[in-house]
């Protein structure tokens, strides 16, 4: 279990590719017995209403499309049952993009994954500096992805 954002922007982006890497000691709670199906629904669902699903550099999600963007503080593999929302996103087949910041270079940089694209899609570096980090989270995402709704 991870203990706080920092550690989880020190991960790969390559480490979202599977969600069991994800799992909480809160996914166990009797409390949370339920919660498994409706994350997964909602990542699936959200895949599947959003053009791309965001994984921010402290692994929180947002999803995004022209004229719409949805936002959320879950942080992936800190809040309970996000590794069942995680799959249900990649389950979906959106693109995911997901921002690692550096800490000994000046900028941030993003990897888009999925698996319902061509492997030259997969693991793809997109995003190098600040300014376009700022572009993409003003919904003006990089043309270049391929759409989930195409």
Known sequence: MFTGYNEL???SPMVFCDPINFQTEFDTMPCNKDL???????GLQTGRDYEVI????????????????????EGIGYHACTADLL????????PIVVYRGHDTKPFITASII???????WFMREIVTDHVT??????????KNLPSNNQ
Not at 88 to 94: K, L, N
Not at 114 to 120: I, N, V
Not at 133 to 142: F, I, K, T, V
């Open 9 to 11: 922007n020190e991960l």
């Open 54 to 73: 965001i994984i921010s550099a402290y692994s929180t999600w947002s999803a995004q499309s022209p004229h719409r963007f949805c936002t959320s503080c």
């Open 114 to 120: 999925s698996k319902a694209y061509p492997p030259e």
């Open 87 to 94: 799959r249900g996103f990649i389950d979906s087949g959106a």
């Open 36 to 42: 498994h199906d409706r994350q997964y629904q909602l």
């Open 133 to 142: 980090l700022w572009s993409m989270g003003s919904g003006h995402y990089p």
